[in-house]
């Protein structure tokens, strides 16, 4: 709740060069607290993070999609968000306007810059349990994805907030939950669900992705798409010519560390291209997490498999993110 009582993140960032942080209202092991208390709290929180690093850039992010999903909601004092799902029926821009500029002052008012939303997933499996059954998705036709995508990405820009679409390159079709298991969509995924990315990268509205942990076979053999080149830098870079930030779906989730383990992640994430690698630390909380991956990362490159270039693409990208709120 406090920079003082963050002693961990804290020497992350001030000694170690951690480069944000993401916040959550609840813990979803013990259900109690977590970082939001109210606006006040959360207002202070932000600045006071800033602080320890006036020279530098101090990304905060946080995942306020709307529904089920929103970290600043009314139980911490601030106002109800409706979800994806809703707005997706409505189809009405007026009202998704409203609703994006909504979601996008609340969180530069609070001093959060990067927003983990919209999700432009497909809504082709309504009874998925990370997507459908959450109602987290505008719709099944990459259409109103698309249009309803744009809106809430214009009014964050405006509101000085960069976005994140997500979850790469589709979890619309998954029967798992990515956070609890592998998502295997080597049946059910299509091509069609690349459409709100190929039309909003082309349109010039697009500041980052996040890569799924989900499993298509038939795009990599062997490696979930958060940790696949052949995902990230063939596809994704490759013949959709993204060239901004990848941000990794949380490299604590299940699917992940059973997998892989958690440095051998961090390899990966690196290799496949992603820029951003993003631990939610939410199963078994860790003080020294942060710490931890700062120095795998450097191992990797002192052993001379991530070359130091391939780290500097990388921040070079990062800064090119909107800047944060004024």
């Known amino acids: 709740m406090t920079v003082a009582g963050a002693g961990p993140i804290r020497g992350a960032i001030e000694r170690d060069g951690l480069g944000g942080v993401i916040l959550f209202d609840r813990d979803q092991t013990t259900g109690g607290p977590r970082n939001i208390r109210s606006a006040a709290q959360l207002r202070s929180l932000t600045a006071?993070?800033?602080?320890?690093?006036?020279?530098?850039?101090?990304?905060?992010?946080?995942?306020?999609?709307?529904?089920?999903v929103t970290r600043l909601g009314p139980s911490t004092g601030f106002p109800a968000v409706a979800?994806?799902?809703?707005?997706g029926r409505a189809d009405d821009p007026a009202m998704a306007a409203a609703w994006a500029r909504g979601i996008a002052r609340t969180l530069a008012d609070v001093g959060i810059?990067?927003?983990?939303?919209?999700?432009v997933d497909l809504d082709v499996n309504p009874q998925n349990p990370a997507i459908g059954a959450?109602?987290?998705s505008f719709s099944a036709d990459p259409a109103i994805v698309t249009r309803l995508a744009t809106i809430e990405i214009d009014a964050h820009r405006k509101a000085g907030v960069a976005t994140c679409l997500k979850h790469f390159p589709g979890l619309g079709s998954?029967?798992?939950?990515?956070?609890?298991?592998?998502?295997d969509v080597t049946k059910t995924w299509t091509r069609r669900e690349l459409e709100p990315y190929r039309r909003l990268i082309d349109a010039g509205s697009v500041d980052a992705i996040m890569a799924a942990h989900v499993v298509d076979r038939n795009l990599d053999a062997k490696h979930p798409a958060s940790l696949s080149r052949s995902v990230v830098?063939?596809?994704?870079?490759?013949e959709l010519g993204w060239d901004g930030v990848v941000v990794t779906d949380d490299l604590?989730?299940?699917?992940i560390t059973s997998a892989v383990g958690a440095d051998e992640a961090i390899a990966h994430a690196l290799e496949a291209g992603s820029d951003i690698l993003l631990f939610a630390n939410q199963q078994h909380y860790d003080g020294g997490l942060a710490t931890h991956v700062i120095d795998v990362i450097e191992g990797l490159v002192t052993a001379g498999r991530i070359d130091e270039a391939r780290i500097?693409?990388?921040?070079?990208?990062?800064a090119r993110l909107s800047g944060p709120p004024s």
Do not use: C, K
């Not at 602080?51 to 995942?63: C, N, Q, T, Y």
């Not at 979800?83 to 707005?87: D, L, M, N, R, W």
């Open 48 to 68: 006071d993070l800033r602080a320890l690093v006036p020279d530098r850039r101090l990304l905060i992010a946080v995942d306020q999609e709307g529904g089920r």
């Open 83 to 87: 979800s994806e799902a809703q707005v």
């Open 113 to 119: 810059d990067l927003n983990l939303a919209p999700v």
């Open 134 to 136: 959450l109602g987290r």
């Open 174 to 183: 998954a029967t798992v939950n990515t956070d609890f298991g592998v998502a």
């Open 233 to 238: 830098t063939d596809l994704l870079r490759g």
């Open 252 to 255: 604590g989730a299940a699917a």
């Open 312 to 318: 500097d693409a990388s921040r070079g990208r990062i």
